[in-house]
T-cell receptor
Framework: DAKTTQPPSMDCAEGRAANLPCNHS???????VYWYRQIHSQGPQYIIH???NNETNEMASLIITEDRKSSTLILPHATLRDTAVYYC??????????????FGTGTRLTVIP | EPEVTQTPSHQVTQMGQEVILRCVPI?????FYWYRQILGQKVEFLVS????????KSEIFDDQFSVERPDGSNFTLKIRSTKLEDSAMYFC??????????????FGPGTRLLVL
């Protein structure tokens, strides 16, 4: 089962920053936090990942709290094309299940014109 | 930008028939995966494949399922005798796995399978 908790839905005005929270209070020290999104039944799309430091790429920023128990994905200027389900995933730390990604129910982000 | 491709995009079959779903992973990737998503439900892991053998599989991946890398570029998922409950989107993914716990999987667009 997914080790993360996310709000089921959020709205964001077009052009504003979208801040998507994720709780992962049982995360282990060597487990990475990954974010994917799925736009209407398309294949999940990789966004960003991190271990303990904040990360930024061309798509988004990832802010991980110092205790690593939660993180926030930031889309700095949301567009209508960012409307999707966003998944926060913690990779299992032991060898069993280390390969696969556990997708929860994610947060359905709706960007409003 | 390299991407994972899947064929066909849609497949309709009769219950009990065999289907083969095809995937072309990103060319330098060595780790391959199949996931499925029943309509309205979560994305679920089926199987991972490395070095020409299954490295892990879920409870869903029973004897009716098999995977193969027949020619060094394609990666296939075969369902031997389809059931109604196999109707789903099937996603292929691949990765190069820089380290065991730091691995980015890239997904294809999926094949929508409908079993009648």
């Amino acid at each position: 089962d997914a080790k993360t908790t996310q709000p089921p839905s959020m709205d964001c005005a077009e052009g504003r920053a979208a801040n998507l929270p994720c709780n992962h209070s049982t995360i282990s020290g060597n487990e990475y936090v990954y974010w994917y999104r799925q736009i209407h039944s398309q294949g999940p799309q990789y966004i960003i990942h991190g271990l303990k430091n904040n990360e930024t790429n061309e798509m988004a920023s990832l802010i991980i709290t110092e205790d690593r128990k939660s993180s926030t994905l930031i889309l700095p200027h949301a567009t209508l094309r960012d409307t999707a389900v966003y998944y926060c995933i913690v990779r299992p730390g032991d060898q069993t299940g280390a390969n696969n990604l556990f997708f929860g129910t994610g947060t359905r982000l709706t960007v409003i014109p | 930008e390299p991407e994972v491709t899947q064929t066909p995009s849609h497949q309709v079959t009769q219950m009990g028939q065999e289907v083969i779903l095809r995937c072309v992973p990103i060319s330098n990737h060595l780790y391959f995966y199949w996931y499925r998503q029943i309509l309205g439900q979560k994305v679920e892991f089926l199987v991972s494949f490395y070095n020409n053998e299954i490295s892990e599989k879920s409870e869903i991946f029973d004897d009716q399922f098999s995977v193969e890398r027949p020619d060094g570029s394609n990666f296939t998922l075969k369902i031997r005798s389809t059931k109604l409950e196999d109707s789903a989107m099937y996603f292929c993914a691949s990765s190069e796995r820089l380290a065991v716990l730091q691995e980015t999987q890239y997904f294809g667009p999926g094949t929508r399978l409908l079993v009648l």
